[in-house]
């Protein structure tokens, strides 16, 4: 795992936007993983505007967002089918036939999960994930307690995340009890694994994923077993962490040759 601390939130969504950029351009079929919530967001407007203003397209790639609410209506606002779209991918040239999500629709919700890691799986795999992570630990919807293998399901969100989550619907009685979120097993076989967390709020999270024991209570400590992961913090997110020294001379002195 490489740990980037930077203060400024505009620089560490430049450098993610690069790694995003880089596999956009290099690959004939990109398969871009997308996390909703408010982290990515800095890395969205970036890559929003490398489309604008640099011709980056979009038009070849196909994305896959993490999760969904159970029971929104199709078209609510904060179903996070509707969010990526808002948020990013309306604003870019993908085609948007090729922007999935995971089927909330409470009546065929016993094989949402099946149906969507069949479809990742048919699209090639995920080259590139962005994620952010809960203040509970939790990446995509996966709570604390989710296996470590799971594939995608539905979970019952925890009390926590629904308060965190209240901010985006009139009142937290309006927050959905479920979601169907891609597994931790499912989210490992993305190729590069790419988690932007920003703020005080999320430092005893990051400091449990990158530093504590591997273990279902903090989901996001999932990442330990990847081969390549990334993780992009501010300095209130990275306050936590004990090795903070050793992850910033790793970073100075990464070789010009290896990119993230
Ligand atoms: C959303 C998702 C969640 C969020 C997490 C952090 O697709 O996967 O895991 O990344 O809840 O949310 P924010 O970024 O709003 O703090």
């Not at 880089?22 to 990109?30: D, W």
């Not at 070849?60 to 078209?75: I, N, R, S």
């Not at 937290?172 to 009890?177: G, T």
């Not at 990158?210 to 996001?220: D, R």
Request: charged fraction near 25%; aromatic fraction near 6%.
């Amino acid at each position: 795992m490489e740990i980037v601390i930077h203060d400024s939130a505009a620089e560490l969504a430049r450098m993610a936007a690069d790694v995003i950029e880089e596999v956009v351009r290099n690959n004939e079929s990109p398969v871009l993983g997308l996390a909703t919530g408010s982290s990515p967001l800095p890395i969205y407007t970036e890559l929003i505007r490398r489309h604008k203003e640099e011709g980056l397209s979009f038009a070849h790639c196909t994305a896959f967002t993490l999760d969904e609410y159970v029971g929104l209506p199709a078209g609510h606002p904060e179903s996070y089918y509707e969010v990526i779209r808002n948020e990013f991918t309306r604003h870019i040239d993908i085609d948007d036939a090729r922007v999935f999500s995971p089927d909330g629709n409470p009546d065929t919700i016993a094989t949402a999960g099946e149906r969507y890691d069949a479809a990742i799986k048919e699209a090639g795999g995920v080259d590139v994930q962005i994620l952010g992570i809960g203040s509970d630990g939790h990446i995509a919807f996966n709570e604390p307690g989710s296996s470590l293998r799971s594939r995608t399901r539905i979970k019952t969100l925890t009390n926590q995340t629904r308060e965190d989550n209240a901010r985006f619907f009139d009142s937290i009685d309006d927050v959905p009890i479920h979601a169907v979120t891609q597994g931790l097993g499912t989210i490992l076989e993305a190729k590069h694994l790419v988690l932007i967390a920003t703020g005080a709020g999320k430092a005893e999270a990051v400091a449990n994923m990158v530093e504590g024991p591997l273990a279902s209570v903090c989901p996001g400590s999932v990442l330990q077993l990847h081969n390549r992961a990334t993780v992009f913090v501010d300095n209130a997110a990275a306050a936590g962490l004990e090795h903070v020294e050793y992850y910033n001379t790793s970073i100075e002195r990464k070789p010009e040759w290896q990119k993230f």
